[in-house]
């Protein structure tokens, strides 16, 4: 039911009927519809967020977050798993919400957060974290990975379970019997 209103309104349509439908019941029933259709992506883009054409999403909705404050100008193309986010934090120089240009290229995993402008043209690497002022025609990538080489890594995922501090292994979760590690978990 909630595809066909949503195929037949069109996304961006149902998305505009949030905010301009006259009859607050109606209103009410299109941001329902409009929230459970973008539940299905696992997906949020606020239906108050100021988007002057819609996006090009090359992989759907799927983990896209565009908080209601945000505004995103036109021609953006916007991958999976993008935040573009409020910052709520009173005591932060950056509280706000994004505003990013036209003809953004916004790759995926990235996350533009707080009061930050993005420029026009702007090109946005997979994986970066914007959170200051990004000028016209730039790209934003991030550093070059660090390595650094340790001697041995344990990558244990430690649960109390029954009392006990156990740690998953081959599709099990097995004790933890030694006893230095047991005093560290213990100081959690």
């Not at 299109?30 to 606020?46: R, T, V």
């Amino acid at each position: 039911m909630i595809e066909l209103i949503v195929s037949t309104l069109g996304f961006w349509n149902l998305k505009k009927k949030c905010l301009t439908e006259k009859k607050y019941i109606l209103q009410l029933v299109y941001k329902k519809i409009y929230n459970i259709y973008l539940k299905k992506y696992s997906s949020y883009i606020g239906h108050n967020a100021k988007i002057a054409n819609p996006p090009c999403f090359p992989h759907d909705k799927f983990g896209i977050f565009i908080s209601g404050n945000a505004s995103i100008g036109k021609d953006c193309i916007i991958f999976q798993q993008v935040t573009i986010g409020t910052n709520h934090l009173p005591d932060s120089k950056g509280m706000g919400a994004p505003t990013i240009g036209n003809n953004c290229y916004i790759g995926a995993g990235a996350k533009i957060i707080g009061k930050v402008v993005v420029g026009n043209n702007v090109r946005i690497g997979a994986n970066c974290v914007v959170f200051e002022d990004v000028p016209d025609n730039s790209v934003v990538v991030n550093e070059k990975p660090r390595y650094i080489q340790k001697n041995e890594i344990t990558n244990k995922q430690y649960k109390r379970i029954d009392g006990k501090w156990k740690f998953y292994n081959n599709g099990l979760w097995e004790e933890e019997l030694d006893e230095e590690v047991l005093n560290k978990l213990n100081e959690i």
